[in-house]
């Protein structure tokens, strides 16, 4: 059991890694997200989607599609080993991350840069506007669209499901424009202070042993 003093402990640096912005491998300063009314079907939509069932194992229509995943998740294994170091868990939170994403439509490099910038992959990263775990998700989209637990945010699947299902949607609100979308993700919509960053982190994870969805 852990004691009292430790879990202090734990929280206090979870939150100093949430309210730095910008600083080498330390989290981004969460911005003021705001919560939006979401039209019936919409919510229903998020809702179904938030809770499908866990990954599966993941299956490739051809050997070179499998290969081409190795090849990416041994190449991002590489790149993540200073944040990560226990092989196993890396590979685990990069299995993850490419199922949720590619299952949400978008590409693994940029939701990696955005976890960079907002939590510098920290699981349980908390930021001064109360966002949480590696995606920084927001509390209310609990409420919204989940079983209104927040401190599930803290699981690594929930938060990287909950996190790619956001950013899907305000991705298809702003019609495609993804610097729109991230500034809505971050609540700077407009400002090019937070897209930027985040475009600038996902060069980082870009390779051209591309995972195949």
């Known amino acids: 059991m852990k004691r009292p003093g430790m ?17 080498p491998g330390v989290g981004a300063r ?34 070179e599609a499998r290969l081409a995943y190795l090849r990416w998740l041994g190449a991002m294994s590489e790149r993540l080993q200073r944040q990560k170091t226990e092989r196993r868990t890396r590979l685990e939170f990069l299995e993850a991350t490419w199922y949720e994403s590619t299952r949400a439509g978008l590409e693994p490099a940029l939701v ?3 976890i960079q ?3 510098a992959f920290r699981k349980y990263a908390i930021s001064s506007a109360g966002a949480r775990g590696y995606m920084q998700v927001m509390p209310f989209w609990s ?7 927040p401190s599930q945010l803290f ?16 991705l298809d609100q702003e019609r495609g424009d993804l610097f729109l ?12 202070e937070y897209p ?18």
């Open 181 to 192: 979308a991230l500034g809505r993700y971050n609540g700077s919509r407009g400002r090019a």
């Open 7 to 23: 879990l202090r402990r734990r929280a206090c640096l979870a939150l100093g890694a949430g309210v730095l912005w910008g600083l």
């Open 30 to 63: 969460a911005g003021t997200q705001a919560e939006e009314p979401l039209a019936n079907a919409v919510r229903s939509a998020m809702s179904a989607a938030i809770a499908a069932e866990a990954p599966p194992q993941p299956s490739f229509p051809t050997v």
């Open 143 to 149: 409420r919204l669209i989940g079983d209104g637990d």
């Open 155 to 170: 699981h690594m699947q929930t938060n990287l499901r909950f996190g790619c299902v956001i950013l899907r949607h305000y």
């Open 196 to 213: 930027n960053a985040v475009f600038a982190a996902r060069r980082r994870w870009q390779s051209t042993a591309s995972p195949a969805a």
């Open 112 to 114: 990696l840069g955005l």
């Open 117 to 119: 910038v907002e939590s």
